[in-house]
């Protein structure tokens, strides 16, 4: 099965509103990253995370280790958040560690 | 800031040629770079892990005889995609970080199509 599963696949808000999407965990995992990958396909860093929660702007992210799953939630949505949102869980290889990514949450901002 | 960069960023091949694109980290030294496939409809795929001092460690699914990688000093690696057929199109995508458990950052991608 999936090492990281994203949900929802899709979402669509109305701009203004708030949202949260999600990632749950079956590897061990040391660090999350969010991402938005515009449509040319270039991928932003939104997150890098340890245990714990970070806030940039209208956008908060946490990590919980213990449970497995990472939350990036999404306050006023506005019509550039739109894109395809990815998460990524790095394991435990040391040099060898690699980054898994969920199959990401494509959101649709709307007016 | 860290920044890498990719090129080219969309290239096209005919069936059975090959293609090599690079990728370079400015701004901080790329210890380990990891090259993964974006095909269309699916998620990002690691092809193959490259860490300065040690082996390159490829994915299953992915050979060092398909998919050569060079990673001579901190700032730079290459990927040659050999033989390409159509199941090799897709958004290859270079990401680096400093350090095991570092950030990563990712260029904006080479486009193969092939015909």
């Known amino acids: 099965g999936d090492q990281v599963k994203q949900s929802p696949s899709a979402l669509s808000l109305q701009e203004g509103t708030n949202s949260a999407l999600r990632c749950n965990f079956s590897i061990a995992t040391t660090t999350v990253q969010w991402f938005l990958q515009n449509p040319r396909g270039s991928l932003m860093n939104l997150f890098y995370?340890?245990?714990g929660t970070k806030e940039n702007g209208r956008l908060k992210s946490t990590f919980n280790s213990k449970e497995s799953y990472s939350t990036l939630h999404i306050r006023d949505a506005q019509l550039e958040d739109s894109g395809t949102y990815f998460c990524?869980?790095?394991?435990?290889?040391?040099?060898?560690?690699?980054?898994?990514f969920g199959k990401g949450t494509k959101l649709s901002v709307k007016s | 800031g860290a920044l890498v960069y990719q090129y080219p960023r969309r290239t096209i091949c005919k069936s059975g040629t090959s293609m090599r694109m690079e990728c370079q980290a400015v701004g901080f030294q790329a210890t380990s770079v990891a090259w993964y496939r974006q095909s269309p409809q699916k998620t990002f795929e690691l092809i193959a892990l490259?860490?300065?001092?040690?082996?390159?460690?490829?994915e299953q699914n992915f050979t060092q005889e398909k998919f050569p990688i060079s990673h001579p000093n901190l700032s730079f690696s290459s990927m040659t995609v050999l033989n390409a057929y159509l199941e090799d199109r897709g958004l290859y995508l270079c990401g680096a970080r400093v350090g095991n458990y570092a950030e990563q950052f990712f260029g904006p991608g080479t486009r193969l199509t092939v015909l």
């Open positions: 490259s860490t300065v001092n040690s082996a390159i460690k490829y």
């Open positions: 990524a869980a790095l394991n435990s290889g040391g040099s060898n560690a690699k980054l898994t």
């Open positions: 995370l340890v245990p």
